[in-house]
Nanobody
């Protein structure tokens, strides 16, 4: 079955760029839908964005101006970059796979059902 593994630095300074990598085994970045999701301490899950199997990317409206998700098909990985971080970006970051995605009629909201998650990686933004 597919397995996901997040990697990257656990500490990032304010105003710098958070960069995380998700490595896929047992699956291919060129199929399915690959997302980044985070959970701040004491809060619920927050959807960041996803890359679709064709390479298209979609982002949360609240984060899209600071977020970039990219694929490396040769390494079967996808990467999250979050620019200009603040302490409010401190969270556990997860990558996850969905086998299908559906968009609300007329555009807007996406519905995804995730069947595989990484274990998550803690990222602290602090000086």
């Amino acid at each position: 079955q597919v397995q996901l593994q997040e990697s990257g630095p656990g500490l990032v300074k304010p105003s710098q760029t958070l960069s995380l990598t998700c490595t896929i085994s047992g699956g291919s970045i060129t199929t399915d839908y690959w997302s980044w999701i985070r959970q701040p301490p004491g809060k619920g899950l927050e959807w960041i964005g996803f890359a679709a199997y064709r390479g298209d990317t979609y982002y949360s409206p609240s984060l899209k101006n600071r977020t970039s998700i990219s694929r490396d098909t040769s390494k079967n990985q996808f990467t999250l970059q979050l620019n200009s971080v603040t302490p409010e970006d401190t969270a556990t970051y997860y990558c996850a796979r969905a086998r299908a995605a559906r968009q609300q009629t007329g555009g807007g909201s996406w519905f995804l059902l995730y069947d595989a998650w990484g274990q998550g990686t803690q990222v602290t933004v602090s000086s």
